[in-house]
């Protein structure tokens, strides 16, 4: 295993190191640092890659498209396009040393907007992911009390229209499909983190069970009006208390993040084996396992189902957002990338798969005492997360017990994931700005601005229809349109415009020798070609547009193609200010990255020759690779 340390001086020319590390540093700057060691950079990888998403969204797309039967969509998609794109992001930012932004900017200057669309949906998710946790951490300090405030009906929030597990379960003759309680409603389209919430007008006169009046009245404060509202003081402490979290975790860079994730990354798996081992040792969760894993090979018919696996891979392999090209880029330039991406990707996916082990488990038993189907009790979203799940947890004996690490477990899964997108954020600005930002305690602030900006523009998010707008930002700010043609255009660029053969002399030149040819191909025909076909069914189906069912006039709509636009706006803008910077080497990478074989054609195909070597660029920084034992030398962990 190697170790890293910080750079501390500039490589000569020709060396290992290079890019902005090649230039003499000017006074007072800090060096650019390194992971500790490989450990740091797999645990912040796992951490930022392995999230909510793998405990409420993956089991039971799962279950809803075919049990067992969607296992075979969904690797074709991580094979074929979730490990490519996760690769090509990862090799990227090892190879230029450089965040999201400027990594582009070195690779081919026209496509610089490629990292300006990631840093803002990077944006859009530190404003509003972090909100979840704030939901979580609420939830958690309401685990600690005895009986749990959400099983009862006997709290000042429950309506008339509450009733216990003795009053709706008793009776299940009453309920059918076409009532409006999400709880027990499976929804079909794609977006999975609000098929629990929708409601109409109706919805608040129909009878509820205590936990879905816990989450309506007492947790979001909802009304029929779905009007923004007052701010809820407790939610928005609670957003606080997530992000002063948040900042401590990476206030000093991977000096922080890199022992941090050390437990944030770790302490998830161990409270998922602990309520696994407790899930199968339950009645009834022999039910719950067969309704998640049983295969069902009609449903691979539908376009969806293979729509529901890319969304699903595209998702929780965090691609096109710049975080992986920022994770990469504090590597050795000699770090085995390809071995640490493959195992990263078998982890992700074995992650989900177990999680709805442990999952469908403790809904089976919840099924079997409530003498429900399994299916009426499946959901996505917070459905599973802040009803189903705590359901299940009150019928447990020592219910407070399991609620508690039910939801620390929620809280780390999420943690890691959102102080990695911060990370990813500043890393990219700092990368932008480096003489300005690159200075003794200018870091701190610039996380600090990043945190409090984020806080103040997430508290329309904790208001009593704030829910809404949530919504919105999870629908169309990170949609799966936009990351599918970001996705579509990085592998373009990548394959066709810098050369899928330059870059694989990159890689070769970093850790030895060629990755499996399949990625060239996948990166120049294969990826884009099943991501487009992907997302033009998506924008043909038009199944998110569910969300205007109830949000309010025309507002949402205006919201929802600003999100969509303001990203992609990004990459036309750039090819724009690109051109009149320098027309002719628009598309000519940095003259200080390394290239091992300058004269090599950048692109062959069936042994012709596409796109011909640019020969050595001006400037000097690139020829020919000095010796491998040279470039693999190793320094004693410093630290950074």
């Not at 907007?113 to 951490?137: D, H, R, T």
């Not at 407790?234 to 208390?241: E, F, M, Q, S, Y």
């Not at 009150?394 to 890691?416: K, R």
Request: proline share 5%; aromatic share 14%; charged share 15%.
């Amino acid at each position: 295993m190697g170790e890293y340390v910080a750079e501390d001086k500039p490589a000569p020319t020709g060396g290992v190191e290079h890019g902005a590390q090649a230039e003499a540093p000017q006074e007072g700057l800090q060096p650019r640092g390194k992971w500790a060691n490989k450990r740091e950079f797999l645990l912040s990888m796992a951490g930022e890659i392995i999230g909510l998403g793998n405990v409420w969204r993956f089991p039971y797309l799962c279950f809803k498209n075919g049990g067992g039967a969607f296992l075979i969509p969904y690797f074709v998609f991580l094979l074929f396009c979730g490990i490519p794109v996760f690769f090509l992001e990862t090799a990227l930012g090892q190879y230029t040393s450089e965040g999201g932004v400027t990594a582009w900017r070195k690779i081919c200057p026209m496509f610089e907007g490629i990292g300006i669309a990631s840093q803002v949906i990077v944006m859009y998710l530190n404003i509003y992911y972090i909100v979840v946790l704030a939901w979580v951490i609420f939830y958690l300090f309401n685990s600690f009390w005895s009986p749990l405030p959400w099983s009862t009906c006997d709290n000042s929030w429950n309506t008339e229209m509450c009733h216990d597990q003795s009053g709706i379960y008793a009776n299940p003759h009453m309920f059918n499909s076409e009532s409006n309680w999400s709880f027990l409603n499976n929804r079909t389209d794609s977006d999975y983190m609000f098929d629990s919430i929708e409601m109409n007008s109706t919805a608040i006169f129909e009878l509820r069970s205590p936990e879905e009046e816990f989450w309506f009245h007492r947790v979001l404060r909802m009304d029929d009006t779905m009007s923004l509202g007052e701010v809820n003081l407790d939610l928005a402490l609670c957003l606080l208390v997530a992000w002063v979290i948040c900042y401590f975790c990476i206030w000093k860079g991977i000096r922080s993040t890199g022992k941090v994730v050390y437990f944030t990354a770790t302490f998830p798996y161990l409270m998922l084996f602990i309520l696994f081992i407790r899930g199968i040792t339950l009645p009834g969760s022999a039910e719950g396992l067969k309704f998640y894993l049983m295969p069902d090979f009609t449903m691979l018919a539908n376009p969806r189902v293979w729509r529901d696996a890319g969304t699903q891979v595209f998702f929780s392999y965090a691609v096109c957002q710049g975080v992986l090209t920022a994770l990469g880029s504090y590597n050795k330039y000699n770090n085995n990338c390809y071995r640490d991406c493959v195992a990263l990707c078998c982890l992700n996916s074995a992650t989900s798969v177990f999680a709805g082990f442990t999952v469908f488990s403790v809904l089976g038993f919840m099924a079997h005492q409530l003498n429900l189907p399994v299916a009426e009790i499946a959901s996505s979203g917070p459905g599973l997360a802040f009803m189903a799940y705590p359901k299940a947890l009150t019928l447990l004996p020592g219910s407070s017990f399991w609620a508690v690490l039910f939801f620390l477990m929620l809280l780390f899964l999420g943690l890691d994931s959102q102080f990695v997108c911060v990370e990813s954020l500043a890393t990219a600005v700092t990368d932008m700005f480096p003489g300005f930002l690159r200075r003794p305690g200018r870091r701190e602030i610039l996380v600090l601005v990043i945190a409090v900006v984020c806080f103040l523009l997430g508290l329309p998010l904790v208001t009593q229809g704030g829910i809404v707008l949530f919504q919105l930002i999870d629908t169309y700010g990170a949609s799966g349109t936009t990351l599918l043609f970001l996705a579509c255009l990085e592998t373009v660029v990548i394959g066709w415009v810098y050369g899928a053969d330059r870059f694989y002399d990159n890689i070769e030149d970093m850790i030895g020798y060629r990755p499996n040819p399949v990625l060239k191909y996948c990166w120049m025909f294969i990826t884009p070609l099943i991501c487009g076909m992907t997302m033009m069914y998506d924008l043909e189906s038009g199944d998110s547009l569910t969300i205007y069912n109830y949000a309010p006039g025309s507002w949402a709509s205006a919201v929802a193609t600003l999100l969509i636009l303001t990203p992609l706006i990004c990459i036309p803008v750039y090819i724009v200010v690109s051109a009149c910077r320098d027309r002719r080497n628009m598309s000519t990478p940095s003259s200080d990255l390394r290239q091992a074989r300058p004269h090599k054609p950048v692109l062959t195909l069936c042994k012709r020759v596409i796109l011909k070597s640019q020969g050595k660029p001006a400037g000097g920084g690139t020829g020919e690779a000095g010796p491998r034992d040279e470039k693999i030398k190793m320094g004693e962990p410093t630290g950074v």
